[in-house]
């Protein structure tokens, strides 16, 4: 499976489709960005929400700045590239797409082809 | 280490609310992750609360059921950010009561067996146990639906991690 880098991000990202499920069944469409700085995965709180996606733990972590914080997981599954990731961890956050970080990433063979502009999801 | 507060907020947590900015402040931290305890567990806590205010969890001290007092690290005594939620996250009361149980068990001792793992916590008790957190969240996840637990790590080093997009601003 191969998908062109979206260009609204500046430089172009790699992106995928993800489909995130709901507890009760309710799923939503969303592109998400691939993070492998992060952990954990990331979702527009508004999806956390509508999903009513339940809490899981708390984690610490530092902020940009070097502040300790802390922060509240939730978790659902996602649907990337075809296959099924089951109770993933995700973080709210304040932006219109998804992250996914490595815990989903390292589950799958990616080839980002930076001067093509291109990303690739390989069988294992 | 910083103890700020009021005691000028009514309305907790749906209620009415007095305008003021530190009222707003409390307000906007107890949507963020927030322990919630009372007087009588900051007295019978202190020093626990205390470290872990330092280490930078934000603790809200209520009174008859009124958040009094924000105890929180000097550092993060700063006004909130922007990416701070406006409205409760469903299930958060339960998972709350999941943390306090889990805090509760933590204190009493029960928990010792398992320390540098992650526990979960469901209705108050001990349901499965996995140095993996997300491993641990994955299998308790499916075992239980929609339900609502709590992981919690045992030990004075909890891992910290890397949060996607650095959020937590």
């Given at each position: 499976?191969?998908?062109?880098?979206?260009?609204?991000?500046?430089?172009?990202?790699?992106?995928?489709?993800?489909?995130?499920?709901?507890?009760?069944?309710?799923?939503?469409?969303i592109?998400?960005?691939?993070?492998?700085?992060?952990d954990?995965?990331?979702?527009?709180?508004?999806?956390?929400?509508?999903?009513?996606?339940?809490?899981?733990?708390?984690?610490?972590?530092?902020?940009?700045?070097?502040?300790?914080?802390?922060?509240?997981?939730?978790?659902?599954?996602?649907?990337?590239?075809?296959?099924?990731?089951?109770?993933?961890?995700?973080?709210?956050?304040?932006?219109?797409?998804?992250?996914?970080?490595?815990?989903?990433?390292?589950?799958?063979?990616?080839?980002?082809?930076?001067?093509a502009?291109?990303?690739?999801?390989?069988?294992? | 280490?910083?103890?700020?507060g009021?005691?000028?907020?009514?309305?907790?947590p749906?209620?009415?609310?007095?305008?003021?900015?530190?009222?707003?402040?409390?307000?906007?931290?107890?949507?963020?992750?927030?322990?919630?305890?009372?007087?009588?567990?900051?007295?019978?806590?202190?020093?626990?609360?205390?470290?872990?205010?330092?280490?930078?969890?934000?603790?809200i001290?209520?009174?008859?059921?009124?958040?009094?007092?924000?105890?929180?690290?000097?550092?993060a005594?700063?006004?909130?950010?922007?990416?701070?939620?406006?409205?409760?996250?469903?299930?958060?009361?339960?998972?709350?009561?999941?943390?306090?149980?889990?805090?509760?068990?933590l204190?009493?001792?029960?928990?010792?067996?398992?320390?540098?793992?992650?526990?979960?916590?469901?209705?108050?008790?001990?349901?499965?146990?996995?140095?993996?957190?997300?491993?641990?969240?994955?299998?308790?996840?499916?075992?239980?639906?929609?339900?609502?637990?709590?992981?919690?790590?045992?030990?004075?080093?909890?891992?910290?991690?890397?949060?996607?997009?650095?959020?937590?601003?």
């Open positions: 499976m191969r998908r062109s880098y979206d260009r609204g991000f500046h430089p172009p990202a790699p992106v995928l489709e993800a489909t995130v499920h709901g507890p009760d069944g309710r799923s939503r469409k592109r998400a960005k691939l993070d492998t700085a992060a954990v995965s990331g979702l527009p709180r508004e999806l956390v929400d509508e999903l009513a996606l339940p809490p899981a733990r708390r984690v610490r972590t530092t902020t940009f700045r070097g502040e300790p914080a802390q922060a509240r997981l939730h978790r659902g599954d996602v649907v990337v590239a075809g296959r099924r990731f089951v109770q993933v961890e995700w973080l709210p956050i304040a932006r219109p797409y998804a992250l996914l970080g490595r815990d989903v990433l390292n589950d799958l063979v990616v080839r980002l082809d930076g001067p502009l291109t990303t690739e999801v390989l069988r294992r | 280490m910083l103890v700020t009021d005691g000028a907020w009514s309305g907790w749906h209620g009415r609310a007095h305008s003021s900015p530190s009222t707003r402040h409390c307000r906007m931290m107890s949507n963020m992750v927030a322990r919630i305890v009372t007087i009588r567990d900051l007295k019978a806590r202190v020093g626990n609360l205390v470290a872990r205010a330092a280490a930078g969890e934000r603790i001290v209520t009174r008859y059921g009124t958040p009094r007092a924000l105890l929180t690290s000097c550092e005594g700063q006004p909130v950010s922007s990416s701070v939620r406006a409205k409760p996250v469903r299930g958060a009361r339960d998972f709350d009561r999941e943390e306090r149980a889990f805090e509760r068990l204190r009493q001792g029960w928990l010792d067996t398992h320390r540098g793992r992650y526990v979960a916590v469901h209705r108050g008790a001990v349901v499965d146990v996995d140095a993996d957190a997300p491993a641990l969240v994955r299998r308790v996840g499916q075992k239980l639906g929609r339900r609502v637990f709590f992981v919690g790590f045992v030990g004075l080093e909890e891992p910290q991690v890397d949060l996607p997009g650095q959020e937590m601003r």
